[in-house]
């Protein structure tokens, strides 16, 4: 089983700051495998960042996303109040799929 | 517009079971992979497993494997989950979700909103 490990678990950051959380993998995997989610409090996860680097639809520009093989990190350029949510990363390069803990953002 | 709507949790006893649905609409649910992923209260997310559009493959998390049934009828548009021997562990937010994006990549690209479950005596 591959497993993400992300770090930090929990951050906070305040407005106009420049944030990135990194999902590590235990195992090699290819770019196009790995994604990332948000999530609010009491709402489902939303799809934000598809195969390592491809905004979903709606995401803001100033995220971002890259790595490969066995790093990777979602990158804000400059944290609004609506970023705070949880992220987290996950990975379909091998059954299972797993996702990582996740990293709470708050804001500063 | 993609629908996603869970029903079926509630409350159950321990070792007991419980059917959960997932009722899609809006797409072509026979073209699609579908997912269930849960969230214990405080949680993370953990992948419970999916199926194919014929149901021809079904992948499990191998902790769940032998407790958990995944089917579905593109006939009805709609998902299951049969939950089996189920303990406190298993108490959670039960969520279906769409494999979509680029195919063969794993992304879930809609989400449920969830149905709740308790294993309680």
């Known amino acids: 089983e591959i497993v993400l490990t992300q770090s930090p678990a929990l951050m906070a950051a305040s407005p106009g700051e420049k944030v990135t959380i990194t999902c590590s993998v235990s195992?090699?995997?290819?770019?196009?495998?790995l994604h990332w989610y948000q999530q609010k409090s009491g709402i489902s996860p939303k799809p934000w960042i598809y195969g390592t680097s491809n905004l979903a639809s709606g995401v803001p520009a100033r995220f971002s996303g890259s790595g490969s093989g066995t790093s990777y990190s979602l990158t804000i350029s400059s944290m609004e109040a609506e970023d705070a949510a949880t992220y987290y990363c996950?990975?379909?390069?091998?059954?299972?799929?797993?996702f990582g803990a996740g990293t709470k953002l708050e804001l500063k | 517009e993609v629908k996603l709507l869970e029903s079926g949790g509630g409350l159950v006893q321990p070792g007991g079971s419980l059917k959960l649905s997932c009722a899609a609409s809006g797409f072509d649910f026979s073209r699609y992979w579908m997912s269930w992923v849960r969230q214990a209260p405080g949680k993370g997310l953990e992948w419970i497993g999916e199926?194919?559009?014929?149901?021809?493959?079904?992948n499990y998390t191998p902790s769940l494997k032998d407790k958990f049934i995944i089917s579905r009828d593109n006939a009805k548009n709609t998902l299951y989950l049969q939950m089996s021997k189920v303990r406190s562990e298993d108490t959670a937010l039960y969520y279906c979700a769409r494999i979509g994006g680029t195919p063969g990549t794993g992304a879930m690209d809609y989400w449920g909103q969830g149905t709740s479950v308790t294993v309680s005596s």
């Open positions: 996950q990975q379909w390069s091998s059954s299972p799929l797993t």
């Open positions: 199926i194919n559009p014929d149901s021809s493959t079904i």
């Open positions: 195992s090699s995997i290819s770019s196009s495998y």
